[in-house]
């Protein structure tokens, strides 16, 4: 059951603010201003979340990516495979949802560790087979070494993945395995949606890495097939935002959104290049 709890309106930051950074200032002081622990909370939630993206440390992890990238490089070509690296910051309107929901559900600000968020595909058929989830599982593995052997970093702990509504006469296509493929000490630190999908049928492995200066960010590893159901199919994230986030409504009009980067064109589509609707590249930006 949601807590009653009351925000201030995100919508007068984001109407009188004139840039990214103005807004976040603003709903920030707003926050303050209401005195409440949800509130400071919230606040201290968000400041977090600016201290994480600052130059120095997405400048560091750009490298470390990049790193990432040529020791996949060899491993793909020993398995005869395409790998593909996609980066996102989550855009600042959808972290706000995120962080109410939380506070009105009474779920600890401390699990939401995906601001910053990395996506490695495999790139194999559309449909998978047993042979290209077991090499998924194989290029977790890889990944959770590098970033432990590598750039001496740790994994936290995932929520384990074990009740699911999935029911698979539902979904023909999708591969479940018999047993976890991932190496046993790096279980507890993946969450598993491919042995336990999403009632959806979305699929993929998720793990939260963080570096040793505590930037702490979200990797998840799929297949190509994975993909399509997570972007295009019955996966896709539109659908899921709009049945979690039923009870939040911003309300927002965002042709009343006036700074530089952020646009609603003539036939109502927006252009958001600075983030606080659509996920951008954050390295685009230094």
Same mark, same amino acid.
């Given at each position: 059951?949601?807590?009653?709890?009351?925000?201030?309106?995100?919508?007068?930051?984001?109407?009188?603010?004139?840039?990214?950074?103005?807004?976040?200032?603003?709903?920030?002081?707003?926050?303050?201003?209401?005195?409440?622990?949800?509130?400071?909370?919230?606040?201290?939630?968000?400041?977090?979340?600016?201290?994480?993206?600052?130059?120095?440390?997405?400048?560091?992890?750009?490298?470390?990516?990049?790193?990432?990238?040529?020791?996949?490089?060899?491993?793909?070509?020993?398995?005869?495979?395409?790998?593909?690296?996609?980066?996102?910051?989550?855009?600042?309107?959808?972290?706000?949802?995120?962080?109410?929901?939380?506070?009105? =559900?009474?779920?600890?600000?401390?699990?939401?560790?995906?601001? /910053?968020? &990395?996506? %490695?595909?495999?790139?194999?058929?559309? *449909?998978?087979?047993?042979?290209?989830?077991?090499?998924?599982?194989?290029?977790?593995?890889?990944?959770?070494?590098?970033?432990?052997?590598?750039?001496?970093?740790?994994?936290?702990?995932?929520?384990?993945?074990?009740?699911?509504?999935?029911?698979?006469?539902?979904?023909?296509?999708?591969?479940?395995?018999?047993?976890?493929?991932?190496?046993?000490?790096?279980?507890?630190?993946?969450?598993?949606?491919?042995?336990?999908?999403?009632?959806?049928?979305?699929?993929?492995?998720?793990?939260?890495?963080?570096?040793?200066?505590?930037?702490?960010?979200?990797?998840?590893?799929?297949?190509?097939?994975?993909?399509?159901?997570?972007?295009?199919?019955?996966?896709? =994230?539109?659908?899921?935002?709009?049945?979690?986030?039923?009870? /939040?409504? &911003?309300? %927002?009009?965002?042709?009343?959104?006036? *700074?530089?980067?952020?646009?609603?064109?003539?036939?109502?589509?927006?252009?958001?290049?600075?983030?606080?609707?659509?996920?951008?590249?954050?390295?685009?930006?230094?």
């Amino acid at each position: 059951m949601a807590r009653d709890i009351l925000f201030p309106d995100i919508r007068d930051a984001l109407y009188s603010g004139t840039s990214i950074d103005d807004i976040q200032e603003r709903y920030i002081t707003a926050l303050r201003s209401e005195y409440s622990l949800s509130n400071f909370l919230y606040a201290n939630k968000l400041e977090e979340g600016q201290n994480m993206l600052n130059i120095h440390n997405l400048h560091e992890l750009e490298q470390e990516f990049h790193d990432l990238k040529e020791y996949l490089r060899m491993w793909s070509k020993k398995h005869h495979v395409h790998v593909f690296i996609k980066r996102r910051k989550k855009g600042w309107i959808g972290y706000n949802e995120k962080i109410q929901l939380f506070l009105l =559900h009474d779920r600890p600000l401390g699990k939401i560790l995906d601001l /910053l968020g &990395f996506r %490695i595909i495999l790139c194999t058929d559309k *449909i998978d087979s047993i042979s290209s989830v077991k090499l998924l599982y194989e290029l977790q593995n890889e990944v959770m070494q590098f970033f432990i052997e590598k750039k001496h970093c740790i994994f936290l702990e995932a929520e384990p993945r074990i009740d699911t509504d999935f029911n698979p006469k539902d979904f023909k296509d999708i591969v479940i395995p018999r047993d976890s493929l991932l190496y046993e000490e790096f279980i507890p630190s993946v969450k598993d949606y491919v042995r336990y999908p999403k009632s959806n049928a979305y699929q993929s492995l998720h793990c939260v890495i963080r570096k040793p200066n505590g930037l702490t960010f979200e990797v998840q590893v799929r297949t190509y097939a994975m993909d399509l159901v997570a972007e295009h199919g019955t996966g896709a =994230h539109t659908s899921y935002k709009n049945q979690r986030y039923t009870e /939040l409504n &911003f309300g %927002i009009d965002y042709s009343k959104i006036n *700074i530089p980067g952020f646009i609603v064109l003539p036939d109502g589509s927006i252009n958001d290049i600075v983030g606080l609707q659509h996920s951008v590249d954050p390295f685009n930006f230094l």
